[in-house]
């Protein structure tokens, strides 16, 4: 299945100059060409491409993300340190939420003040 840029920075939201920009950093395993060099999307590669954009929503360092390609090419036998970088981050993000949450609170308060006051 060959899916042409076009068609995934409509399913993404993602220009095609930040696809591109992706795959020259490093940020997606290679993506194949057709006989007239034009980029042919696989199914995996949109996995890839969607894992990138969570990774990037949530804060990940773009070193981080490319060495999660780059291990995940050498093989199976680096999932432990893989696997070891998605929980440091996932620690993160937990924190993440928490300072949202407790930020979340505080405009809460702000607002239930403002409802206690009535409309001025």
Same mark, same amino acid.
């Given at each position: 299945m060959c899916i042409r840029i076009k068609a995934v920075t409509e399913a993404t939201g993602l220009t095609s100059h930040t696809i591109r920009y992706y795959e020259k950093e490093g940020l997606l395993p290679p993506i194949t060409r057709d006989k007239n060099g034009i *980029?042919?999307?696989? &199914? &995996?590669?949109?996995?890839?491409?969607?894992?990138? #954009?969570?990774?990037?929503?949530?804060?990940? %360092?773009?070193? @981080?993300?490319? @060495?999660?390609?780059?291990?995940? @090419? #050498?093989? &199976?036998?680096?999932? %432990?340190? *893989?696997? !070891?970088?998605? =929980? !440091?981050?996932? &620690? =993160?993000i937990d924190a993440q939420i928490k300072e949202l949450e407790e930020s979340k609170k505080k405009v809460m308060k702000k607002i239930d003040f403002y409802d206690g006051l009535g409309e001025c």
């Open positions: *980029r042919c999307f696989s &199914d &995996d590669n949109l996995y890839w491409l969607d894992l990138v #954009i969570c990774l990037k929503k949530t804060k990940m %360092p773009t070193d @981080q993300i490319k @060495q999660i390609v780059e291990l995940s @090419q #050498i093989g &199976d036998e680096t999932i %432990p340190e *893989r696997k !070891a970088i998605l =929980k !440091a981050h996932r &620690d =993160k």
